[in-house]
């Protein structure tokens, strides 16, 4: 379970982020969703202890974020923000090694090279995993960074956009492998998402932002509604029956 | 994640690459030879004359030992430095840390007349530190990491440095000793001087022991928090086995342009990033680098020497305007 109560955290005078409470329950794919600036990212950013909340405490598996040793939180927890600058010439192999680093201190014993060759797998990159990461269009190198924290094998999983740079077939590979990860291995994931198709046909709960709060809460059939996806969003949204399930509409 | 087990063949075929393999031995080979060319040449018949031996072992063995230690420890310091900052252009020589060492030289010779070798040392070591430190944290406050703004603020950081230390000596008439300095060269290396140079030895132990470290804080602060490293810890580690390599190099040697320039990226383009396994290459590059320098250095006008420096700078010079130049085309 990941638990947080009346986290904040302010940048200026004008950008305030909660007091948010919030309590997603273990197991499944929660979907941050919301408008630009909503607060979902530095959100996430604070449950991966990458930013310090202002106050407020966050609590990840029983282990309170903020308190446990940095060390002990990548075996429970991981963490991948959408950008990452770098110039490392790193193979795909070398990246997603890097992923067992908590485990391992750095040397890789032959069951840490299994857990690196399934991760690679499960993002389709068999082909590409000694090539360098610069060698890489930017969507396969997402890829390769969410294998990496996949190689990491914590129980919770945190990813910030992970479809950003994803054509069509890799944005629905990943949520469908992300989608199995939580249900087959139990993992509980928490992305963030801009298409609100995609969080309603593949996430089991959405949560919805808005000006630094959390505005909804609830299974994704709750709410993908009209009334409540016109409201965060600012925008017209209308509900139709698609092939698969309820898909918005709203050009 | 899926849950079928790979057959045991292919795991180890598709794992990271050994760290010992025939071309390593091949490259050892050729800086060995390169090694002993180093000790056989000289004005001083070491082999013919009665004292050769003595010789020998007075100049020509510490001289050797101290190219190896000081292309090693340079090039490694490059190497450490480009992880840490992620950026190409950044070694002792273009972020200030040499000019640093250089005023802390100073700043003891001239405080501490009777200093003993292990006290410049000691000044140069935390003056390196300060200034890369300092330069680390000006990086801190600019976005464009990778730019070349980065060492072209250094080279400038440097450049104050030195005119600093410039004035100084010009004030107290040591201007001569700061020339002579500056002129990195492995002439006046002999034994009972050069020994301090072992502590690079130390420090590349140390830099190979935490490469992964290393590594981890070159893919950025997010990434070493996430694996849970705790990134400012690993950026401060670095910078003191920078500082103490670039002091000692610089007390001992002087300066060494651009070799940590060269090296890193050379290697970086042949075998990309990981530390780890391109420590060893790295450091054999540096030290191959810096013999056949020294040795053209000795050679070209003999019986005379040029300093090391002057035909690194040339080298260095090239290869720092052929990585803007394909850095450029790549866009």
Redesign the interface.
């Known amino acids: 379970m990941i638990k947080l109560q009346g986290v904040c955290k302010s940048y200026g005078d004008e950008v305030t982020i909660g007091p948010v409470d919030l309590e997603i329950p273990r197991g499944g794919v929660t979907a941050l969703v919301g408008p630009n600036g909503a607060g979902k990212s530095t959100l996430l950013t604070m449950m ?3 930013l310090k909340p202002d106050a407020g405490s966050i609590e990840i598996g029983g282990h309170g974020v903020g308190t446990t ?7 429970v927890v ?4 959408q950008e ?8 795909v ?3 997603v ?3 067992r ?2 485990h391992t ?2 040397r ?1 014993k ?1 069951e840490d ?2 857990h690196v ?3 690679i ?2 993002v389709d990159m068999h082909g590409l ?1 000694h090539r ?1 990461l610069d060698e890489l269009s930017g969507g396969q190198r997402q890829r390769a960074y969410v294998a ?3 190689a ?1 094998d914590t129980e919770y999983l945190l990813l910030d956009e992970p479809l950003n740079n994803l054509d069509l077939r890799h944005s629905v590979q990943m949520m469908k492998h992300l989608k199995r ?1 939580a249900d ?2 139990g993992r509980t994931i928490v992305i963030v998402v801009h298409d609100i198709n995609f969080a309603g046909h593949y996430a089991d709960r959405i949560c919805a932002m808005k000006d630094g709060r959390i505005v909804e809460f609830g299974p994704a059939d709750d709410v993908m509604t009209r009334d409540t996806l016109t409201r965060v969003f600012d925008t017209p949204v209308q509900m139709v029956e698609g092939p698969n399930g309820k898909l918005a509409v709203y050009y | 994640m899926t849950s079928q087990t790979l057959p045991d063949r292919e795991t180890r075929s598709r794992s990271r690459q050994r760290l010992l393999d025939w071309k390593l031995l091949v490259g050892v080979a050729v800086v060995v030879g390169l090694l002993v060319l180093s000790l056989y040449t000289g004005v001083y018949d070491v082999v013919g004359a009665e004292d050769g031996g003595e010789m020998f072992a007075i100049t020509r063995i510490p001289r050797t030992v101290a190219i190896m230690l000081a292309g090693a420890a340079m090039a490694m310091s490059g190497l450490v430095m480009q992880l840490l900052t992620q950026n190409r252009f950044v070694e002792p020589t273009t972020t200030g840390t040499t000019e640093w060492a250089g005023l802390g030289l100073l700043a003891v010779m001239l405080l501490f007349p009777g200093a003993s070798i292990s006290m410049r040392m000691l000044g140069a070591v935390l003056a390196a530190f300060v200034g890369t430190m300092v330069f680390f944290l000006f990086l801190r406050r600019v976005s464009l990491r990778s730019s070349l703004i980065v060492p072209i603020v250094g080279i400038m950081l440097g450049a104050v440095v030195a005119s600093v230390s410039t004035f100084i000596a010009l004030q107290t008439d040591t201007l001569q000793n700061l020339g002579v300095w500056f002129a990195g060269s492995f002439t006046s290396v002999m034994r009972g001087q050069y020994e301090f140079l072992w502590v690079v030895a130390v420090v590349a132990a140390a830099v190979f022991f935490v490469a992964d470290r290393f590594t981890i804080a070159g893919l950025g602060e997010e990434v070493s928090t996430n694996v849970g490293l705790n990134y400012h810890r690993v950026v401060l580690l670095g910078t003191v086995l920078i500082a103490i390599a670039t002091g000692v190099v610089t007390v001992v040697v002087g300066n060494l342009p651009f070799l940590g320039l060269i090296v890193p990226n050379v290697v970086s383009m042949v075998r990309g990033d990981d530390l780890r396994s391109n420590l060893p290459w790295v450091c054999l590059l540096g030290i191959a680098i810096v013999t056949v320098c020294d040795l053209v250095s000795r050679t070209i006008i003999a019986p005379f020497e040029v300093p090391v420096s002057l035909i690194l700078g040339i080298l260095g010079a090239v290869v720092f305007v052929a990585l803007i130049l394909k850095q450029r085309r790549r866009g």
Do not use: C, W
């Not at chain 1, 040793?69 to 075996?75: M, Q, T, V």
């Not at chain 1, 991981?78 to 923000?81: E, M, V």
């Not at chain 1, 990452?84 to 193979?91: A, D």
């Open positions: 991966g202890r990458l040793p940095s060390k002990e939180l990548a075996r991981s963490i991948l923000r990452n600058h770098f110039i490392t010439r790193l193979t192999r070398q990246l090694g890097f992923g680093f908590p201190k750095g890789l032959p090279e299994e060759s399934r991760a797998d499960f995993e360098y990496m924290v996949l990491q990860a087959e291995l």
